[in-house]
């Protein structure tokens, strides 16, 4: 068969704007956003490859197994060398590897193409791309793909044109070439080129079969609703029962005998017949031949185009700034080891700037203090630090000590220090990452015996030895660990508060610095084993001060004397109050208290046992208190302050970026570790991105 040399008419198209659409698809941006273009369309074996023959004049092969396989686009440009360059452009979903793979593949000849050498280039595609030659052989490799063909024809000749040529619909599988899956993935791929509201579509229709068979002039009538131009191509007029927007257009292809003909001319044949046949000489010349269907699709086509420009680059502007949001939104890469610690390095970073301004209780540093009211940690601290002073000051003691030193009441042994409610051990609620560190009750007794004379009474008894106006060493011991039973869940339950409040601070402060939950539950289950072990020493300090506490009790301050002597001193006035007298002064007012010193010498109001244990209760009275103050300045101190506060081993400061720097590879990768689904998203946005930044600068110029 004869084929001139491949050229279009001249002023098809404005060369500077297909050449910007051509860039476009070759970058990708038609990945994203519809492009003008012309797209053939038709059911397989509708003549579709002999009108696209006609229009382009290039030599399609005729031994390629089936008619079209993939998309192919075929771009012809205005150059001074002669040359057809074939390349292959990967799908939207291949992978890495595979989309290097077709890349590569390019084949470049300074000549026009020939029928012989298209049809070597066109198995070698099939090849590169997996297709299958024959699906009965159960290769398992497809039939039909996804990716597109590009052929770019240059020559001096050539005008700037474009067009992009799909696989023709079928319904049935042709046995040992197609299958029904096969049909399924074309139905699946054309409407997706013809859905495309800047494309003019061009739907071939053969003249030899009843046009409501044809399943491409549905899909094109239901593209013709929503405003999608299209220009129909027969063979033979079949009517005006399925008009299309612009209309339709006869053309006369080669028969079966004349294709293989070399020498025949297909321009000549085409003319011959619609100017000698009737009733074809009888028809509008403009609508009939392949010379009237390109000029026809001059005019759509550069009406398209110069519309649908300034629109392109609108919404490739609109596509980048929502790509780029979407990239923003999904944080910094974090696929390898470097990445995943710079990105947890500055959530550390952010992390310790508000540990520093919180511990400096600097709340009008940021404005997330004024938010959450759990950041505003030392506030809590203190809080909980005076809480838990009154609480051991009025309830921490089981027994009463006596002040007035009258006679106890037989049958009243109890008072509530409470109300009879109860004493509430904790502030803050538990919270489930530390489930191993509660144990006891959140409630103790509140009872405060008011006998402690009868009960010192018995313990004097039950110990006492040969001492004369002594007692045994250890009864101290005994009673102080006895009085101060309380102190042990009261300080358990202080520290526990305060552990949470660090704890709660930390899972609080990580939301507001880490939006991603998965980021923040890796952060938190690196770190909670050594956060665990800062509570348990925490903890294990307050066992330790009761335990010096109750070992053996001794002390160096001053006030115990003090606060002994005080307390003798009471008793002894209480027990020669009854012998005083008021000894008015010279003016009539009431004066001092005065007592006989023969009073005095004869005062004999308790007996040894009762004198001992009365002086056992005043030692208590007076070491209980300096031991209770004590007491609560080392737990508040040691355990709160220092291990939970201001230590350089604080749970706050654990966080930090010399602990991200201490991490490894596993432990990155479980913090800062992208899923799959987010790899995913990062990959497809980062390419929207690059393609959309490409196809801004090819757009650069256009109104």
Known sequence: MHHPSASLPSNMVDPGHLDKIDKLFACGVGDHIHLPQ??????QSSGKSSVLEGITKLPFPRDSGLCTRFATQITFRRA?????????????????????????????????????????????????????????????????????????????????????????????????????????????????????PRSVMLVVIPANVDIATQEIITLAEEADLDGHPEVGVMQLIKGDRHPLQLGWCLVRN?????????????????????????????????????DALRSRLQEVLTSNIRREFSNVKREVLMKLNSAK?????????????????????????????????????????????????????????????????????????AYGFKFDYTPEVPGRSNLSSNGGQGLKLRSTPDHPDLEDLISGERLID?????????????????????????????????????????????????ILDIIHLAHVFITDLLKLVCPSARVRNGIMSVMMEPL???????????????????????????????????????????SLEKHATTQPTQFGTTGRSVIALDDIVQNHPMSNAQHT????????????????????????????????????????????????????????????????????????????VKDMELGKKILVGVA
């Open 254 to 290: 080669l028969g079966q005998q004349q294709s293989q003909d070399n020498a025949a001319d297909r321009s000549a044949v085409e003319n011959a017949f619609f100017r000698d046949c009737s009733p074809w000489n009888e028809l509008d010349k403009e609508r009939v031949g392949v």
């Open 325 to 397: 949001r979407a990239l923003k939104e999904l944080g910094e890469k974090r696929q390898t080891p470097d990445e995943q610690r710079r990105f947890t390095m500055d959530i550390s970073s952010r992390f310790r700037e508000m540990v520093s301004l919180a511990l400096n209780s600097n709340y009008s540093g940021h404005k997330w203090f004024d938010e959450c009211s759990t950041l505003m940690y030392v506030t809590g601290v203190v809080n909980c630090g005076e809480a838990f002073a009154d609480a051991v000051d009025k309830h921490g003691h």
């Open 38 to 43: 012309l797209v053939v369309v038709g059911d």
């Open 532 to 574: 665990m072990e800062i509570y348990r020493r925490a903890l294990e300090q307050v066992q330790f001060v009761l335990y010096v506490e109750h070992n053996n009790p001794q002390t160096i301050n001053h006030y115990f004397n003090d606060n002994l002597e005080k307390s003798r001193q009471k008793r002894l006035r209480a």
């Open 80 to 196: 001074q060398a002669i040359s057809t360059t074939i390349t292959i452009i990967p799908h939207k979903g291949a992978t890495p590897a595979y989309a290097e793979k077709l890349c590569a593949f390019k084949v470049l000849t300074h000549a026009v193409l020939e029928p012989v050498s298209f049809s070597k280039t066109m198995k070698d595609v099939h090849k590169l791309l997996g297709l299958s030659d024959n699906p009965s052989d159960g290769d398992n490799k497809s039939t039909f793909s996804e990716d597109v063909l590009k052929i770019e024809v240059t020559g001096p000749e050539q005008e700037h044109f474009s067009v992009v040529d799909v696989p023709g619909i079928f319904r049935t599988a042709t046995k040992g070439m197609t299958t029904l899956a096969d049909a399924s993935m074309i139905k699946a791929m054309v409407p997706r080129y013809m859905i495309n």
């Open 613 to 688: 244990v009365y002086e056992v209760h005043d030692i208590l009275k007076a070491y209980y208190k300096v031991a209770r103050k004590r007491f609560v300045d080392n737990v508040c101190m040691q355990a709160a302050d220092y291990l939970l506060v201001t230590g350089p081993k604080n749970p706050l400061k654990l966080f930090s970026p010399q602990f991200v720097s201490s991490l490894n590879d596993d432990q990155l990768e479980e913090i800062a570790g992208e899923d799959a689904g987010t790899k995913r998203r990062r990959n497809a946005w980062a390419k929207e």
């Open 446 to 494: 509140d009872k405060i015996s008011t006998n402690i004379i009868e009960w010192l009474s018995g313990l004097y008894k039950s110990s006492r030895g040969f001492e004369l106006g002594t007692f045994d060493k250890n009864l101290l011991g005994t009673t102080m660990k006895a009085q101060s039973a309380k102190w042990e869940p009261l300080a358990h339950g202080y």
